[in-house]
Protein backbone atom coordinates (compact mmCIF):
# COMPACT_ATOMS: atom_id res chain seq x y z
CA UNK A 1 0.00 0.00 0.00
CA UNK A 2 1.36 3.08 -1.04
CA UNK A 3 2.74 5.69 1.86
CA UNK A 4 0.13 8.50 0.24
CA UNK A 5 -2.69 6.52 0.95
CA UNK A 6 -1.22 5.83 4.22
CA UNK A 7 -1.11 9.16 4.62
CA UNK A 8 -4.18 9.95 4.01
CA UNK A 9 -5.85 7.55 5.91
CA UNK A 10 -3.32 8.72 8.75
CA UNK A 11 -5.24 12.04 8.43
CA UNK A 12 -9.10 10.66 8.51
CA UNK A 13 -8.17 8.84 11.76
CA UNK A 14 -6.94 12.22 13.39
CA UNK A 15 -10.10 13.87 12.41
CA UNK A 16 -13.57 13.91 14.29
CA UNK A 17 -15.71 10.91 13.63
CA UNK A 18 -18.43 12.07 10.63
CA UNK A 19 -20.98 9.68 9.29
CA UNK A 20 -18.16 8.15 6.71
CA UNK A 21 -15.88 7.50 9.79
CA UNK A 22 -16.19 4.90 11.97
CA UNK A 23 -13.72 3.62 14.79
CA UNK A 24 -13.62 0.23 15.98
CA UNK A 25 -11.25 -0.83 19.49
CA UNK A 26 -11.13 -4.44 18.10
CA UNK A 27 -12.40 -6.81 15.70
CA UNK A 28 -16.44 -8.09 16.24
CA UNK A 29 -18.11 -9.84 13.08
CA UNK A 30 -21.58 -8.04 12.98
CA UNK A 31 -20.24 -4.68 14.01
CA UNK A 32 -18.05 -4.86 10.93
CA UNK A 33 -20.84 -6.34 8.74
CA UNK A 34 -23.29 -3.99 9.46
CA UNK A 35 -21.07 -0.89 9.49
CA UNK A 36 -19.43 -2.19 6.11
CA UNK A 37 -22.95 -3.07 4.41
CA UNK A 38 -24.37 0.52 5.47
CA UNK A 39 -21.72 2.44 3.94
CA UNK A 40 -21.67 0.68 0.45
CA UNK A 41 -25.61 1.84 0.69
CA UNK A 42 -25.12 5.11 1.69
CA UNK A 43 -21.81 6.84 0.40
CA UNK A 44 -22.63 9.33 -2.42
CA UNK A 45 -20.87 8.83 -5.62
CA UNK A 46 -16.94 10.10 -5.38
CA UNK A 47 -17.08 9.21 -1.75
CA UNK A 48 -15.28 6.88 0.44
CA UNK A 49 -16.36 5.91 4.01
CA UNK A 50 -13.34 4.63 6.59
CA UNK A 51 -13.99 1.82 9.20
CA UNK A 52 -10.80 1.99 11.58
CA UNK A 53 -10.12 -1.60 13.38
CA UNK A 54 -8.11 -1.04 16.70
CA UNK A 55 -8.71 2.75 16.87
CA UNK A 56 -10.71 5.10 19.60
CA UNK A 57 -12.24 8.50 19.31
CA UNK A 58 -9.57 10.31 21.90
CA UNK A 59 -6.65 8.90 20.26
CA UNK A 60 -5.75 6.51 22.75
CA UNK A 61 -5.44 3.73 19.86
CA UNK A 62 -5.43 -0.17 21.26
CA UNK A 63 -4.08 -1.21 17.47
CA UNK A 64 -4.70 -4.93 16.35
CA UNK A 65 -2.82 -7.44 17.65
CA UNK A 66 -2.09 -9.02 14.08
CA UNK A 67 -2.98 -7.42 11.28
CA UNK A 68 -3.22 -9.98 8.75
CA UNK A 69 -5.34 -12.23 10.58
CA UNK A 70 -7.96 -9.48 10.98
CA UNK A 71 -7.13 -8.57 7.43
CA UNK A 72 -8.83 -12.10 6.80
CA UNK A 73 -11.34 -12.37 9.04
CA UNK A 74 -12.49 -8.74 7.33
CA UNK A 75 -12.43 -10.21 3.91
CA UNK A 76 -14.58 -13.05 4.75
CA UNK A 77 -17.31 -10.61 6.27
CA UNK A 78 -17.14 -8.72 2.86
CA UNK A 79 -17.17 -12.10 1.22
CA UNK A 80 -20.43 -13.31 2.56
CA UNK A 81 -22.42 -9.71 1.73
CA UNK A 82 -24.82 -10.12 -1.26
CA UNK A 83 -23.79 -8.19 -4.10
CA UNK A 84 -20.31 -8.60 -2.31
CA UNK A 85 -19.22 -5.14 -0.59
CA UNK A 86 -16.07 -4.04 -2.51
CA UNK A 87 -13.51 -2.86 0.07
CA UNK A 88 -9.68 -2.17 0.23
CA UNK A 89 -7.75 -2.27 3.63
CA UNK A 90 -4.78 -0.81 4.41
CA UNK A 91 -2.68 -1.28 7.62
CA UNK A 92 -1.35 2.33 9.11
CA UNK A 93 1.41 2.40 11.53
CA UNK A 94 0.65 4.65 14.64
CA UNK A 95 2.56 5.81 17.53
CA UNK A 96 0.68 5.79 20.74
CA UNK A 97 2.30 7.27 24.03
CA UNK A 98 5.89 6.09 22.69
CA UNK A 99 4.33 2.62 21.22
CA UNK A 100 4.44 1.33 18.31
CA UNK A 101 0.66 0.11 16.90
CA UNK A 102 -0.73 -0.88 13.85
CA UNK A 103 -4.58 0.36 12.98
CA UNK A 104 -6.25 -1.05 10.15
CA UNK A 105 -8.18 1.05 7.62
CA UNK A 106 -11.22 -0.53 5.72
CA UNK A 107 -11.83 1.42 2.65
CA UNK A 108 -15.58 1.55 1.78
CA UNK A 109 -16.46 3.44 -1.54
CA UNK A 110 -19.47 4.23 -3.41
CA UNK A 111 -21.22 1.17 -4.77
CA UNK A 112 -23.34 0.98 -7.92
CA UNK A 113 -24.30 -2.60 -6.76
CA UNK A 114 -26.05 -1.47 -4.29
CA UNK A 115 -28.43 -2.19 -2.05
CA UNK A 116 -26.21 -4.68 -0.25
CA UNK A 117 -27.66 -7.14 1.98
CA UNK A 118 -25.71 -9.07 5.06
CA UNK A 119 -29.28 -10.76 6.77
CA UNK A 120 -30.83 -6.92 7.10
CA UNK A 121 -30.30 -3.32 4.76
CA UNK A 122 -28.27 -1.41 6.73
CA UNK A 123 -28.23 1.96 5.67
CA UNK A 124 -25.93 5.31 7.72
CA UNK A 125 -27.65 7.99 9.58
CA UNK A 126 -25.72 10.61 11.22
CA UNK A 127 -22.91 8.56 13.07
CA UNK A 128 -25.21 4.99 13.23
CA UNK A 129 -25.80 2.09 11.06
CA UNK A 130 -29.56 1.50 11.09
CA UNK A 131 -31.85 -0.71 9.27
CA UNK A 132 -33.39 0.54 6.52
CA UNK A 133 -36.95 1.61 6.70
CA UNK A 134 -39.21 0.61 3.40
CA UNK A 135 -38.67 3.93 1.54
CA UNK A 136 -34.77 4.17 1.83
CA UNK A 137 -34.94 0.27 1.21
CA UNK A 138 -37.17 1.25 -2.52
CA UNK A 139 -34.63 4.02 -3.26
CA UNK A 140 -31.43 1.21 -2.42
CA UNK A 141 -33.27 -1.25 -5.19
CA UNK A 142 -33.94 1.99 -7.89
CA UNK A 143 -29.93 2.96 -7.14
CA UNK A 144 -28.98 -0.15 -9.24
CA UNK A 145 -30.74 1.80 -12.09
CA UNK A 146 -27.80 3.68 -13.27
CA UNK A 147 -30.38 6.76 -13.97
CA UNK A 148 -32.12 6.40 -11.00
CA UNK A 149 -28.66 6.32 -8.92
CA UNK A 150 -27.96 9.55 -10.10
CA UNK A 151 -31.31 11.47 -9.28
CA UNK A 152 -31.31 10.19 -5.71
CA UNK A 153 -27.43 11.78 -5.54
CA UNK A 154 -30.10 14.93 -5.48
CA UNK A 155 -32.76 13.88 -3.54
CA UNK A 156 -34.30 17.24 -1.51
CA UNK A 157 -32.24 19.34 -3.28
CA UNK A 158 -32.96 21.59 -6.18
CA UNK A 159 -33.01 20.45 -9.80
CA UNK A 160 -34.49 21.44 -13.27
CA UNK A 161 -37.21 19.84 -14.73
CA UNK A 162 -38.18 19.97 -18.51
CA UNK A 163 -41.31 19.04 -19.81
CA UNK A 164 -41.03 18.51 -23.61
CA UNK A 165 -43.81 18.10 -25.90
CA UNK A 166 -43.29 15.53 -28.76
CA UNK A 167 -42.70 18.75 -30.94
CA UNK A 168 -40.35 20.54 -28.74
CA UNK A 169 -42.56 22.93 -26.68
CA UNK A 170 -40.58 23.06 -23.23
CA UNK A 171 -42.00 23.63 -19.94
CA UNK A 172 -39.09 24.82 -17.06
CA UNK A 173 -40.20 23.92 -13.23
CA UNK A 174 -37.79 24.43 -10.47
CA UNK A 175 -38.30 21.96 -7.77
CA UNK A 176 -36.93 19.25 -5.64
CA UNK A 177 -36.37 15.44 -5.92
CA UNK A 178 -38.93 14.34 -3.57
CA UNK A 179 -39.22 10.93 -4.24
CA UNK A 180 -37.52 8.66 -6.86
CA UNK A 181 -38.25 4.64 -7.20
CA UNK A 182 -36.65 1.92 -9.54
CA UNK A 183 -40.30 3.12 -11.50
CA UNK A 184 -40.60 6.81 -11.15
CA UNK A 185 -39.05 10.24 -10.29
CA UNK A 186 -41.56 12.79 -8.52
CA UNK A 187 -40.32 16.65 -8.62
CA UNK A 188 -41.92 18.68 -5.69
CA UNK A 189 -42.23 22.46 -7.39
CA UNK A 190 -43.24 24.03 -4.00
CA UNK A 191 -42.33 21.95 -0.64
CA UNK A 192 -45.36 22.20 1.54
CA UNK A 193 -47.82 23.28 -1.21
CA UNK A 194 -48.15 19.99 -3.35
CA UNK A 195 -47.03 21.20 -6.87
CA UNK A 196 -45.82 17.32 -7.60
CA UNK A 197 -44.51 16.39 -11.10
CA UNK A 198 -44.27 12.48 -11.60
CA UNK A 199 -42.83 10.64 -14.33
CA UNK A 200 -41.69 7.33 -15.43
CA UNK A 201 -38.00 6.89 -15.03
CA UNK A 202 -38.07 5.18 -18.72
CA UNK A 203 -39.61 8.48 -20.05
CA UNK A 204 -36.58 10.69 -18.22
CA UNK A 205 -33.37 11.48 -19.59
CA UNK A 206 -30.45 13.67 -17.04
CA UNK A 207 -28.03 15.81 -17.43
CA UNK A 208 -26.04 18.80 -16.20
CA UNK A 209 -25.07 22.97 -17.49
CA UNK A 210 -23.05 25.13 -16.09
CA UNK A 211 -26.16 26.65 -13.82
CA UNK A 212 -27.59 23.15 -13.09
CA UNK A 213 -26.14 20.23 -11.40
CA UNK A 214 -29.19 18.46 -12.40
CA UNK A 215 -31.45 18.55 -15.24
CA UNK A 216 -34.32 16.15 -16.04
CA UNK A 217 -35.92 15.98 -19.30
CA UNK A 218 -39.23 14.72 -19.21
CA UNK A 219 -41.86 13.40 -21.60
CA UNK A 220 -45.24 15.59 -21.51
CA UNK A 221 -48.05 13.27 -20.54
CA UNK A 222 -50.33 15.99 -22.34
CA UNK A 223 -51.48 16.07 -25.70
CA UNK A 224 -49.55 19.08 -28.00
CA UNK A 225 -52.31 21.08 -27.62
CA UNK A 226 -52.75 20.92 -23.75
CA UNK A 227 -49.29 21.22 -23.25
CA UNK A 228 -48.62 24.28 -25.14
CA UNK A 229 -52.15 25.66 -22.81
CA UNK A 230 -50.28 24.66 -19.42
CA UNK A 231 -47.28 26.68 -20.95
CA UNK A 232 -49.31 29.59 -21.69
CA UNK A 233 -51.36 29.35 -18.29
CA UNK A 234 -47.83 29.04 -16.86
CA UNK A 235 -46.43 31.93 -18.55
CA UNK A 236 -49.18 34.29 -17.39
CA UNK A 237 -49.54 33.08 -13.76
CA UNK A 238 -45.91 34.28 -13.34
CA UNK A 239 -46.17 37.94 -15.20
CA UNK A 240 -49.83 38.55 -13.74
CA UNK A 241 -49.88 41.63 -12.44
CA UNK A 242 -46.19 42.85 -13.95
CA UNK A 243 -46.67 46.69 -15.35
CA UNK A 244 -45.47 46.85 -19.03
CA UNK A 245 -43.61 49.39 -20.38
CA UNK A 246 -42.58 49.77 -24.41
CA UNK A 247 -39.21 48.56 -23.59
CA UNK A 248 -40.67 45.13 -23.03
CA UNK A 249 -42.08 44.68 -26.24
CA UNK A 250 -39.58 41.78 -27.03
CA UNK A 251 -39.93 39.16 -23.33
CA UNK A 252 -36.92 37.17 -23.42
CA UNK A 253 -38.33 34.23 -20.69
CA UNK A 254 -37.94 31.13 -21.90
CA UNK A 255 -41.86 30.64 -22.38
CA UNK A 256 -42.32 33.67 -24.62
CA UNK A 257 -39.49 33.12 -26.35
CA UNK A 258 -40.93 29.64 -27.92
CA UNK A 259 -44.44 31.05 -28.06
CA UNK A 260 -43.08 33.87 -30.35
CA UNK A 261 -40.58 31.51 -32.75
CA UNK A 262 -44.28 29.41 -32.85
CA UNK A 263 -46.53 32.17 -33.38
CA UNK A 264 -48.79 29.87 -35.78
CA UNK A 265 -48.89 26.95 -33.76
CA UNK A 266 -49.29 28.64 -30.19
CA UNK A 267 -51.64 32.27 -31.03
CA UNK A 268 -55.15 30.08 -30.09
CA UNK A 269 -54.11 29.11 -26.43
CA UNK A 270 -52.57 32.37 -25.87
CA UNK A 271 -55.69 34.08 -27.20
CA UNK A 272 -58.07 31.58 -25.14
CA UNK A 273 -56.18 32.73 -22.04
CA UNK A 274 -56.47 36.81 -23.08
CA UNK A 275 -60.31 35.69 -23.73
CA UNK A 276 -60.52 34.51 -19.93
CA UNK A 277 -58.65 36.73 -18.00
CA UNK A 278 -58.11 40.89 -17.78
CA UNK A 279 -54.92 40.31 -16.60
CA UNK A 280 -52.74 42.75 -18.39
CA UNK A 281 -49.63 40.64 -19.06
CA UNK A 282 -51.69 37.95 -21.38
CA UNK A 283 -53.39 40.86 -23.24
CA UNK A 284 -49.31 42.15 -24.32
CA UNK A 285 -48.45 38.52 -25.19
CA UNK A 286 -51.42 38.13 -27.36
CA UNK A 287 -50.45 41.34 -29.39
CA UNK A 288 -46.88 40.24 -29.60
CA UNK A 289 -48.34 37.32 -30.79
CA UNK A 290 -50.31 38.68 -33.85
CA UNK A 291 -47.78 40.94 -34.50
CA UNK A 292 -45.51 37.85 -35.03
CA UNK A 293 -48.43 36.47 -37.06
CA UNK A 294 -48.90 39.39 -39.26
CA UNK A 295 -44.68 38.42 -40.24
CA UNK A 296 -45.28 35.20 -41.25
CA UNK A 297 -48.44 35.94 -43.13
CA UNK A 298 -48.02 38.86 -44.68
CA UNK A 299 -44.58 39.56 -45.32
CA UNK A 300 -42.94 42.90 -46.90
CA UNK A 301 -40.00 44.62 -47.08
CA UNK A 302 -39.17 47.88 -45.23
CA UNK A 303 -39.70 49.43 -48.23
CA UNK A 304 -42.70 47.97 -49.43
CA UNK A 305 -44.09 49.18 -45.88
CA UNK A 306 -42.80 52.27 -46.32
CA UNK A 307 -44.44 52.77 -50.35
CA UNK A 308 -47.32 51.40 -48.87
CA UNK A 309 -47.66 54.22 -45.49
CA UNK A 310 -46.67 57.30 -48.10
CA UNK A 311 -49.23 56.43 -51.06
CA UNK A 312 -52.36 55.59 -48.19
CA UNK A 313 -51.30 58.86 -46.40
CA UNK A 314 -51.02 60.87 -49.14
CA UNK A 315 -54.82 59.97 -50.19
CA UNK A 316 -55.82 59.92 -46.74
CA UNK A 317 -54.94 64.01 -46.46
CA UNK A 318 -56.30 64.71 -49.41
CA UNK A 319 -59.68 63.58 -48.38
CA UNK A 320 -59.77 64.55 -44.72
CA UNK A 321 -59.07 67.85 -42.88
CA UNK A 322 -59.69 67.61 -39.54
CA UNK A 323 -56.18 66.99 -37.26
CA UNK A 324 -57.52 64.43 -34.92
CA UNK A 325 -59.01 62.39 -37.51
CA UNK A 326 -55.81 62.30 -39.76
CA UNK A 327 -53.45 61.23 -36.26
CA UNK A 328 -55.95 58.27 -36.10
CA UNK A 329 -56.10 57.30 -39.76
CA UNK A 330 -52.29 57.63 -39.94
CA UNK A 331 -51.98 54.92 -37.07
CA UNK A 332 -54.86 52.71 -39.10
CA UNK A 333 -52.50 53.05 -41.63
CA UNK A 334 -49.15 52.29 -40.06
CA UNK A 335 -51.15 48.96 -37.71
CA UNK A 336 -51.88 47.43 -41.24
CA UNK A 337 -48.22 46.88 -41.96
CA UNK A 338 -46.42 46.79 -38.84
CA UNK A 339 -44.83 43.88 -37.39
CA UNK A 340 -43.32 44.94 -34.29
CA UNK A 341 -43.73 47.94 -32.09
CA UNK A 342 -40.25 49.19 -32.69
CA UNK A 343 -40.89 49.22 -36.52
CA UNK A 344 -44.18 50.82 -36.17
CA UNK A 345 -42.86 53.87 -33.99
CA UNK A 346 -40.19 53.93 -36.42
CA UNK A 347 -42.76 54.36 -39.51
CA UNK A 348 -44.67 56.94 -37.80
CA UNK A 349 -41.84 58.92 -37.21
CA UNK A 350 -41.06 58.62 -41.21
CA UNK A 351 -43.96 60.36 -41.36
CA UNK A 352 -43.30 63.24 -39.73
CA UNK A 353 -40.29 63.51 -37.69
CA UNK A 354 -41.10 67.04 -36.13
CA UNK A 355 -44.16 65.80 -34.51
CA UNK A 356 -44.43 68.10 -31.05
CA UNK A 357 -44.15 65.90 -28.16
CA UNK A 358 -47.07 66.02 -26.93
CA UNK A 359 -48.68 65.31 -30.21
CA UNK A 360 -46.36 62.28 -30.77
CA UNK A 361 -46.79 60.53 -27.65
CA UNK A 362 -50.85 61.16 -28.06
CA UNK A 363 -50.16 59.00 -31.63
CA UNK A 364 -47.91 56.96 -30.07
CA UNK A 365 -50.34 56.02 -27.49
CA UNK A 366 -52.90 55.35 -29.65
CA UNK A 367 -50.47 53.16 -32.05
CA UNK A 368 -50.19 51.23 -28.96
CA UNK A 369 -53.52 50.68 -28.18
CA UNK A 370 -54.38 49.77 -32.06
CA UNK A 371 -51.45 47.18 -31.99
CA UNK A 372 -53.81 45.36 -29.28
CA UNK A 373 -51.47 46.39 -26.13
CA UNK A 374 -53.00 47.11 -22.72
CA UNK A 375 -52.99 50.59 -21.97
CA UNK A 376 -50.13 50.82 -19.44
CA UNK A 377 -47.51 49.76 -22.12
CA UNK A 378 -46.40 53.08 -22.77
CA UNK A 379 -44.50 54.37 -25.30
CA UNK A 380 -41.07 56.10 -25.07
CA UNK A 381 -39.20 58.17 -28.04
CA UNK A 382 -35.81 58.05 -28.69
Known sequence: MNSEIQSRLRGRLAQSEDPWVERKESFNEREVRKTIVAFANSTLEGETAILFLGARNDGKHPGVRDADDVQKKVSGVAAKTYPTVQIQMCVIPVNVAGEP???LGVMVPHSTGRPHFAGTAYIREGSQSLAAPRQVFEELIASRND???RILQYKNKPVLLQVRSDSGFVLPITGIIDECDAHSVRVCEKPGMGYLWSFAISQCEIHRDPFHALIITAKSQETEE???????RRWRELNSGRHWHSKDMNPNDPLALQFLANPLTCISAVASQADRSDSPAIQYLLALMRLEVKKVQDPKTQCQKLDH????NA???RTVKDQDLICRKQVEIIVEVATSVMEAQNLLSQIHDTLPRNLWEAQATLLLIQLGFPQTAQPTRG
Open 309 to 312: IRWK
Open 101 to 103: KEV
Open 226 to 232: EHIRLMV
Open 147 to 149: KAR
Open 315 to 317: EML
